[in-house]
């Protein structure tokens, strides 16, 4: 009997249980159908999908359509996992426009939706989950936001930070999120809202204390060399071996030649 569909009642209840949740980006049918054998629950087409896919030097140009089209493609893998879509940057400024946008990602095959952001967009987020779409939140350095901030700064240094991701958290929760990613949070800090919050915390470069944790799959595996990123540590060297490969199979024709 093949095991039960993960959906994110499952993710919310492996906090209780206390099964750490390994989350890892794909943007297309290969990456999510070999995330999915490799038993990863939480496959996020990220819009991170604007950097390590499609070239835009941060995530502030992904559009509705580059996401619906990756999303798509994504989710004829069927995976048994739960498979959340980032909302592009702008696409849920307002309650109506969130709640749009965010049925046009479940159309296209997103089982759950994901944006950045507490207190400000807790009234979308109350009518995403209304309208019957899981969501799960995203706090702590907001790449969206990278514009508006100058650059990628962790957060929670400061009391006023950590208070502010403190009452952003307690927004999700009670606006209906089933999950909050942090991303670069300080560890001491990641640690008190995992401990504050009834739903599991999923963090990236955020310390070990998490319910889980999410990487972008090509950093994983060190298919991006030219980023050069603090927070994780390749476990394969991918495009270094895609490179001599390559050139072995050049070398090969040119000698058959
Ligand atoms: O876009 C993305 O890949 C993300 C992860 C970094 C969590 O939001």
Redesign the pocket.
Known sequence: MNPPKITAETIRAMKASGEKIAAL?AYDFPMTRLLDQAGIPFI?V???LGMVVLGYTD?TSVTMSEMEHHVRAAARAQPRALLVA?MPYHSYDTVEHAVENAKRLARAGAEAV?AEGGRAISEQVRAIVAAGIPFCG?LGML?QSVREEGGYHVKGKNEPEHQALLADADALVEAGAFAI?L?LVTAAVAKELTQRVSVPTIG?GSGKDCDGQ?L?TPDLLGMLPWYNLKHVKPRLNAAEQMRTVVAEWKEGISKRG
């Open positions: 980006t996020l990220g819009d991170s995530t980032d994901k995203h790449p990613v991303e990236i999410v972008v």
